[in-house]
């Protein structure tokens, strides 16, 4: 294990439940990775966009050579594949940890998920579950979930990792990547856990945790 080195997978909502909200997806990733970029320790990121076929935007990349995201770097359509999309990150990811020596794996790994509405592949759902119990159990990796959907939030908080409601409209979007980026900050302890949180954040934030 690499002390200091933290692995971050995204797993972000560009499907047709977007439309409308692609300057606000965009920019508020864009923010999420420059606080990354800000933070003390070395952070790796692997990003996959979901809207159909999972997307790979970048698997293992330090987070200060990622350069500004754009309208243009995502599909916004298709179907809300997120149950597919999660599968696919974790199953990426963990295959390259495997290959990995000891000594370059990273001290934590966190996986957000951004997700902007029901999931349209639920019969992949207890699959998703298990993968999680997996990883969260033997691997020790940290789940969030982050989604305006009462059925996705429901589905996190059975399989006991943190969820986090938002709304889509307004300044929902931007907070729940403020919130995201702040969410890993103070799990990897790059800052104090005590943070002052926005008062646009507080109206709109509603955080649920259920023991496994």
């Given at each position: 294990m690499k002390?200091?080195?933290?692995?971050?997978i995204l797993v972000i909502d560009t499907?047709?439940?977007?439309?409308?909200?692609?300057l606000k997806v965009t920019q508020g990733l864009n923010a999420c990775v420059s606080s990354l970029k800000q933070a003390a320790g070395e952070v790796h990121l692997s990003l996959f966009a979901f809207g159909g076929p999972t997307k790979t935007l970048c698997t293992f990349a330090p987070v200060t050579s990622i350069r500004p995201f754009t309208r243009r770097?995502?599909?916004?359509?298709?179907?809300?594949?997120?149950f597919g999309a999660i599968a696919f990150a974790i199953d990426d990811v963990g295959r390259r940890f495997a290959e990995c020596d000891e000594c370059e794996r990273p001290e934590k790994v966190i996986l957000a998920i951004l997700s902007l509405g029901a999931s349209e592949d639920m019969d992949m759902a207890s699959s998703v579950a298990e993968r999680f119990s997996h990883q969260r159990d033997v691997y020790k990796w940290d789940i969030q979930v982050f989604s305006p959907s009462n059925d996705v939030l429901s589905f996190a908080e059975q399989v006991g990792v943190r969820a986090v409601g938002f709304k889509e409209q307004g300044g929902g979007v931007p907070s729940a990547f403020d919130d995201l980026a702040d969410a890993i900050l103070e799990i990897t302890g790059?800052?104090?856990?005590?943070?002052?949180?926005?008062?646009?954040a507080k109206k709109t934030k509603r955080a649920l945790k259920v023991q496994a």
């Open positions: 002390e200091c080195l933290y692995h971050v499907s047709h439940l977007a439309s409308g909200l692609e770097s995502f599909p916004f359509s298709g179907e809300a594949t997120l790059m800052v104090p856990k005590e943070r002052e949180v926005p008062a646009t």
